[in-house]
């Protein structure tokens, strides 16, 4: 098994940055890959950006130029960077983790990943 815990969320201005944390524990070695997705109220789960063991990540058009993922292998932690941050990213954020998958995987629908974290509330203010 693979634990979750997401930090960092809270109110910011339009325009404002925000940085979230995932400490990731258990059995890490299974992990290929990890990702963010997000949540507003009345919709579904969007993805986010994931960043892939064997290299590479992928963001949302919608997040592409403003977050950025990153890990610390050393501190078992994934990141979050969020700047420019808008209203319409105001949503709770999920931190997720994927075993390995045979085939090229993208991670980047919620099928793809077999842990998640309880979610952190990130408000946006106009």
């Known amino acids: 098994q693979v634990q979750l815990v997401e930090s960092g969320g809270g109110l910011v201005q339009a325009g404002g940055s925000l940085r979230l944390s995932c400490v990731v524990s258990?059995?890490?070695?299974?992990?290929?890959?990890m990702g963010w997705f997000r949540q507003a109220p009345g919709k579904e789960r969007e993805f986010v950006t994931t960043?892939?063991?064997?290299?590479?990540?992928t963001y949302a058009d919608s997040v592409k130029g403003r977050f950025t993922i990153s890990r610390d292998n050393a501190k078992n932690t994934l990141y979050l960077q969020m700047n420019s941050l808008k209203p319409e990213d105001t949503a709770v954020y999920y931190c997720?983790?994927?075993?390995?998958?045979?085939?090229?995987?993208?991670?980047?629908?919620?099928?793809?990943?077999?842990?998640w974290g309880q979610g952190t509330q990130v408000t946006v203010s106009s």
């Open positions: 997720a983790a994927a075993n390995a998958r045979a085939g090229t995987i993208i991670y980047s629908t919620p099928g793809d990943y077999d842990y």
């Open positions: 258990g059995r890490t070695f299974s992990i290929s890959a």
């Open positions: 960043i892939r063991w064997r290299g590479g990540t």
